[in-house]
């Protein structure tokens, strides 16, 4: 049965209406019936006949609950490609060194997006990550949360496997700001509690002063308990990336990424943002991808990447000395110095 059921009951809830009314009144105009018995049986028609558009509601809501019920099932079954290992490894230490050696990774076996790619995140450092749309700086994120395996090679945090620990273990130590922000419908509070439902809320003010969402918060009608909607549709880009960024220094983990985290702010926020990354980076490893080049230019170590490998790396001030470089390319641009 098909929702095309409901109109079809409408259709024919409305010609028994129309019936009574017409043959009705000709039977009553005529003497054939009472006048009163005619009320009586417009009312028990109206009585007999409305429940079965009821009916047809329930039956079409429940083809429909059926059909979704049925993905949703069918999802269940599909096994995960990223699976835990059968003998976890515990890693004691997440602020060590980051190693991608050999790694090689595609989505599309035509189009690979890293081939033998080698380099060393180390420890405690605010690293950059730039490069072309779509050489592969976000796919670094999502490798190193295990969202995707590598094709071969390997990610390595403290000298040890990524796939010989926990998937749990892992990303409890990663935390990731993504440029689209996940928020759902609740308060402000709850949001940036997400992790930790019983964080205090000193902690969470904390937290929202760092990410610079702090001011705009305490102007809402009822501050951390102002109800956001779905996927925050009450708040502008910019408040909800500041509301990502808060809930993941919340977290405080010992290895913290942004993707793209500024690209919906004004320049003023960004600025204040790039400040409070200073503080945000220290006593953990934090890696920063961008277009953005002034959200990076502070970073210890600066990645360049295009055509599925590194092209240039160094801090800010050794790359924009490479005139013929990207880096000094992109930076020209940005800055108004160079029209191409």
């Keep these: 049965m098909s929702s095309a059921f409901v109109p079809v009951v409408r259709m024919g809830v409305l010609s028994g209406f129309l019936g009574t009314m017409v043959i009705g009144s000709k039977m009553a105009l005529s003497g054939d019936l009472e006048l009163g018995t005619f009320s009586v049986?417009?009312?028990?028609?109206?009585?007999?006949?409305?429940?079965?558009t009821n009916i047809a509601i329930l039956i079409d809501n429940f083809e429909r609950s059926m059909a979704s019920t049925k993905r949703i099932l069918e999802l269940l079954t599909i096994k995960s490609a990223i699976t835990d290992p059968v003998e976890p490894i515990v890693n004691s230490d997440y602020k060590a060194n980051i190693d991608f050696s050999n790694l090689?990774?595609?989505?599309?076996k035509t189009n690979p997006v890293f081939t033998n790619l080698n380099f060393t995140i180390k420890g405690g450092q605010f690293i950059g990550i730039v490069g072309q749309t779509g050489s592969g700086k976000t796919t670094l994120a999502k490798l190193l949360l295990r969202f995707y395996d590598p094709i071969s090679g390997s990610v390595k945090i403290n000298n040890i496997n990524m796939r010989d620990v926990t998937i749990?273990?892992?990303?409890?130590?990663?935390?990731?700001?993504?440029?689209?922000?996940?928020?759902?419908?609740?308060?402000?509070k709850e949001n940036i509690a997400?992790?930790?439902?019983?964080?205090?809320?000193?902690?969470?003010?904390a937290a929202s002063q760092k990410s610079q969402a702090h001011e705009f918060i305490e102007k809402l009608p009822h501050g951390y308990n102002t109800l956001i909607g779905e996927r925050g549709q009450k708040l502008s880009g910019g408040q909800k990336q500041r509301l990502s960024i808060a809930r993941a220094i919340l977290k405080n983990p010992d290895i913290l990424i942004f993707d793209e985290a500024t690209s919906s702010v004004d320049n003023e926020t960004e600025q204040l943002i790039q400040q409070a990354l200073n503080d945000i980076s220290k006593n953990r490893t934090t890696i920063v991808i961008a277009h953005r080049l002034s959200t990076i230019r502070n970073a210890d170590h600066i990645i360049v990447l295009s055509d599925s490998s590194i092209i240039e790396q160094g801090c800010h001030d050794e790359l924009i000395l490479n005139s013929d470089g990207y880096y000094a390319s992109l930076w020209n641009i940005q800055t108004g110095q160079k029209a191409d």
């Design 168 to 188: 749990k273990e892992l990303r409890k130590n990663i935390g990731f700001v993504s440029q689209e922000t996940f928020l759902f419908d609740g308060t402000i």
């Design 41 to 52: 049986l417009v009312f028990l028609t109206q009585r007999f006949l409305w429940p079965f």
């Design 194 to 205: 997400y992790y930790n439902e019983d964080a205090d809320m000193d902690d969470i003010i």
């Design 104 to 108: 090689n990774f595609h989505y599309e």
